[in-house]
């Protein structure tokens, strides 16, 4: 277990879980962030978009890499939105005075709402309990936000869990081959081609974008030109 304090934002969660997976250990990351979603019941927000990330390996090559935020929506996705004068979806946050709103710019100066309910606000407590109180980091909403407050370090907390796959089973990677199986053989809902488990979806974007070189999907072209020509980058690594 490794507790990490006086952090800044570390990107994403699952590269950390990814590096654990090949090496045959489930893994479960914790990170808080500025605050950004409210508690279930409040018009402030508190919480950060605080991801919960749980990485395990699953006998093949695609990991099992569950990592998702606690909130409806990206705060970058609204940032996005807010810049290019587009609405968000209906349901993600409120305005300022609680009501909800598509507005993305009014979306930032008011909540974004968690996943589920009550259930996402808890969630997304017990991430800043486990990254921000556990490990000495900034907590219940004092992060600091690296776009506009200057003031000093974010002190943003991470905790680390990871232990060996096969630590009570030692056939642990033919149990999860069989239960992937057995979910992905379901029947399946009109339209969907295939039960995909967490992370199969990004290392199959992955792949893709590999193979064609794309290695900035999220770039604005028009703002950052075409990075891949410019830079004459190859990605470090297949994976
Ligand atoms: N450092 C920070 O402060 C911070 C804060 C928030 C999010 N993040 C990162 O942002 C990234 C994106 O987060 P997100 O919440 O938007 O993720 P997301 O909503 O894109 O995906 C969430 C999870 O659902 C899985 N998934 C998506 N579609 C699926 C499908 N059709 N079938 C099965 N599984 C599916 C994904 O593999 C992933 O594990 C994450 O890597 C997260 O760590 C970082």
């Known amino acids: 277990m490794v507790a990490v304090k006086n952090s800044g934002h570390y990107g994403l969660s699952g590269y950390y879980a990814e ?7 489930i893994t479960m990351i914790y990170t808080n962030a500025p605050p ?8 402030k927000t508190l919480f950060g978009t605080n991801p919960i990330c749980f990485g395990s390996p699953t006998g093949s090559k695609i990991p099992f ?3 998702t935020s606690i909130s409806m929506i990206n705060r970058g996705k609204i940032r996005v939105a807010a810049r290019n004068n587009q609405s968000i979806p209906a349901g993600v946050a409120l305005d300022k005075s609680g009501k909800p709103t598509i507005d993305a710019k009014k979306a930032l100066a008011g909540v974004q709402l968690p996943i589920a309910g009550f259930r996402g606000s808890g969630l997304a407590w017990m991430v800043d309990i486990l990254s921000g109180v556990l490990t000495g980091g900034n907590h219940a909403g004092r992060v600091k936000d690296p776009f506009d407050d200057f003031s000093g370090p974010q002190n943003i907390g991470h905790l680390f869990i990871t232990f060996k796959a096969n630590l009570f089973q030692k056939n642990y990677n033919q149990r999860i081959k069989d239960n992937i199986k057995t979910i992905k053989k379901l029947p399946k809902i009109k339209g969907v081609k295939e039960i995909m488990y967490p992370g199969q979806n990004k290392y199959a974007r992955y792949k893709n974008n590999y193979k064609k070189r794309n290695f900035y999907t999220g770039y604005n072209k028009e703002r950052f030109g075409n990075l891949n020509k410019l830079t004459s980058l190859e990605h470090p690594k297949k994976r």
């Open 19 to 25: 590096q654990a997976v090949k090496k045959n250990l």
């Open 36 to 43: 950004a979603v409210a508690p279930h019941g409040a018009l």
């Open 65 to 67: 890499i569950l990592d």
